[in-house]
C-alpha cells in the first residue's frame, strides 16, 4: 500500500504538470503574442522534457512492480489500469524514435500548411513519408505481434480494434449514401441569410453554454481560430469562433466544445489530478460533443426554442417560422470539408480517412498514391470529384502531425451518441418538453450520472453499454439519422 | 568546456520553465476562472517542486566544480556568477526550512488579508512573529557570519548593503521631510475631477504604452486588481487597471509597469533563457519603471503632450491649460498609502519601512511593539497621525508573504532613475523638445544601450555606473525633485 501511496503522489503531480503544459496550448491559440511563439516552442520543450522524464523514471517501474493490484479497491484497480498502460506503452518505444518522431511532425506541420496554402501535393508528400515509416515503426514497437493500425487505435480508444470498427463501418456506409442521395434529390431547405454580429454571437453562445449546463466559474470562453476544449477538473476552458454569415457555425460549435467541456467538468472530483479525472477515450469524448450539438443542439425541440433566442438577439432575420428554422439548421448541402459536414455525411468522410490511414500503415496504399485514392473514394461516396487539395487530402492537419488512428474515433463518437441517445428518450420520456423550453437538465444530468462522473473508471465500450443498456453498434444512430431525415426532408 | 555546455543547457531549461511557472502567475491574475483556485494552487506547487529540484539536481554541483570561470569569456564568466550564486544561496538553506517558510507565508497572506479587513492588528501579529522568526533564521543561514539583513537585501540588490542604504536614506530623508513641508505649505494646484469612461482610458492606455516603446508583438495589456509585469525575453506581459474618476491611476500604473516591461523585452537576444535574461536587480528595474514614470512622463514636457492626448479622448475635462495640467498630475497630498504617494514623498514611506523591518530583524524591534512604532514614525514624517491599521502597518503585503529586505529597492530605483536622469539629459540635449512631441525615442533608446540591453551581465552599481558615469548616489535624485517642486510650487 505504501508504493500505492506513493506512485500516486508521484502520479498526482504528473497530472498537475500535464494540466500546465495544457494550459500553455490554450495560452498559445488565445492570448500568446504573436512575437512569442520561438520562445513558447522551447518552454513546451522544457515543460515535455520534464513530463518525459516522469514518464521514464525508474521509481515508477519500482512502485509498479511492488503493487498488488488485486490488494485494491475498484477505484485503484483502475487507476493501475491506466497507469501500467500508460508506462508500458512508454517503455516500448525506443526514446530516440519518440524524438525523431516529434522532431518530423513539428516541420511535417509546416509543410503541411504550406503545401496546403499553395495547393500542391507533392510538396507535401516526401515529409509525410518519413512520418508514415516512423509512425508505422512505433506502431511495430508498441503492436509486438498483433496487428500495427490496432497498436495505434489503442492510443485514442482503448481495446478498440481496426476489424471492429471497419465491420462497423461497413454496415454503416451504403445507408448513409443512400440517405445523402435521397436528401440532396429532394426540396432543399432555405438557407440562412443575412448579417450578425459577432458581439451579439458571442452573447448567446455565452447563454448557450450555460444552458447547457457548462460552469463558468470552472471554466471560459474565448474565440481562437479553431474551437476546442482544454484543461480537466477545475479549469476548462472552451474556444469558439464567430463568422457574421453564419452564427450557426459559432452556435453548434460552442455547445460541441460544451460537450467537451461538460464531460471534464462533471468528472468526479475524486479523481482530481488522476488518471481517471479525464474523459476516458477520444470516441466516448465524441459522444458527448455529438450529443450535444447534433441529439440535443439540432432537435426540432430545441431549434424551437433557439429560434426565439435568435429572434430576440437579431430581430427579424428573414425566417419565417420555428419549422423552417429547424430545416435550416439541418440543410444537407454539397461540400469538401469535414469539419463542415452535417449529420449526414460527416461519418462519410470519416470512413474515406479510415480507411486510407489503414492502408497506408498496412503498406496496401502507398503515399505516391494518396490523393489519387482520397480522390477516387470521394467521388464514389459523394458523386462529384474533389475541385483542388485543400478541399481533398490536404484539408486535415491530423496526418501531419502522425495522427493515425484519430480519425475513426469522430464517427465512434456519433454511433456512441446513437446509443446513449435512445436510452436517455428512455429514461427521460419529457424530453422534447424540456429541450422546447431550452431546458437541457434532464438530458445533461441523465449524460453526468450514466458516463461523465466516471472519468476512466470503467473501458469505453463498458461505459457506454452502462449507460445505454447495449453494447456499442452503429444500428440506434443510422436509425436515429434515417427517420430524421426522412422526416425532415418528406423523403 | 564540456561540462560548462551541459550546465548551460540544463539552466537554459530551467529558466524556460521558471517562464512558465510565470506565466501560470499572470493566468492567475488576469484570466483564470474563480473556481479553480485550489488546483492552481496544486498545479503551481508542481512546478515549484520541478523547480527546486532543478536547483538542487547534484549534476549541478558537479559542474560547478568542473568548469575554469577563468576560462571563459566575460558574458560565460557573468553566468557562472549568477549561476554559482543561486546554487550556493540554495544549498545554505535547509530543505526543511524552506518549506516551513513556504508554508508559514501562505497562511500569513491569508491572516494578512483578513487582519487588514478587519482592522485587527492584534490578529496577525503571531504569525507575522513566525514569518520573522523563520526569516531571521533563513538570514542566519544564508549570512554565516555576516548581517542577516544584509544577507537578505542581497536576494533583491546584489552586493547592496544595509549600512549604505541606510547612509544614503539618511541623507536623503531631512531634506524631503523639509521639501514636503514646503510644498504642502504652498498653494495647491486644481485636482483633477470628472467621468473618465473606462473604455477611453484603456485605449490610451495603450497608446502610450506603444509610445513609450513597449512591442506589442511580444506583450500584451490586461486588467488586473494590481498592475505587475510578467515574462521575460519575447513574451513580457503587463496589466493595468482603470478607476473612472482617476485616469492618471491608470495611465501612470501603465508607463510604469512599461518601464519594467521595456527593460525585460531589451534584454539582448544572445541572453535570452539564460541567467543574464531578466533585470539584473529590484533596483535597477525600479529605476526604469520609475524614470518612464516620473522623469519622463511627469515632466512638463510630456505632459504637456498627455494633456492634447486627454483632451481628444475625453474632451473638455476643466482644466484649462497645459501648464495647469502640468501642476494637477504633479499634485501633492496627504495620504497614508504607499502605493498612492507622489515623487515627494514616496521615499518617506519606503525608508519608515527599511528602518523598522531592519530592527525587526536585528531584534531592536519587538513583533508586539511594531504598530506603535510605524505610528509615531509616520507622525514623526508626515505630521499626522495614522487613522486606522489598513491605513498604516497592515497596509502592504510584503511582510506576510516573507519579502524582508526588498522594501530599500524601491527607494533604490528612484535614486538609480536620479543618475540615469541627469547623464540622459546631458546625452540626449533636446529632451523636452522630444518629449513635448510625445516622442520618447531618443530617452528610450538612451536606457536602451546604456542599461536595458545588458541584463544581467554588468553588477547593479556597475550597470547605473557605466550609464551615468557616476557612483550610484542620493544627490542626482534630490537635486531634481527640490528643483522640479520649488519651480512648480512656486516656493
Redesign the interface.
Known sequence: MRAYENLMRFQ???E??A??AG??GW?QET??????A???S??M???E??LHARRIDPRVGDWLDRIDDGALDPVGQAQMRHIRKSYARTMKVPADLAARIAKVTSKAQGQWAQARADEDVAAFLPVLEEVVTLKREEGQALAGQGDVYDAMVDDYEPEMTAADLAAMFDSMRPRLVALRAAVLAAEAPTPLSGHFPAGAQMDLARKLAVTFGY??????IDKAVHPFSSGS???V?ITTRTNELDPFNCFYSTIHEVGHGCYEQNIDDAY??TPLGGGVSMGVHESQSRIYENQLGRSRAFTGWLYGQMREAFGDFGITDAEAFYRCVNRVHDGYIRTEADEVQYNLHIMLRFDLERALMSGDLQVADLEAAWNDRFAADFGYAVDKPSDGCLQDVHWSVGLFGYFPTYSLGNVYAGCLHRALRAAVPDLDDQLARGETGGATAWLRDTVQRHGGLYRPAEVIERASGMAPGAEPLIAYLEAKFTELYRL
Chains 1, 2 share one sequence.
Open positions: 498526482r503531480d504528473t498537475a504538470l494540466q500546465v494550459r500553455l495560452d492570448t500568446m503574442p504573436r512575437g512569442a520561438d520562445q513558447r522551447d518552454e520543450a522544457a515543460m522534457g520534464v460552469d463558468m466559474a470552472r471554466g471560459r477538473g477545475h479549469d476552458r482530481l489530478l
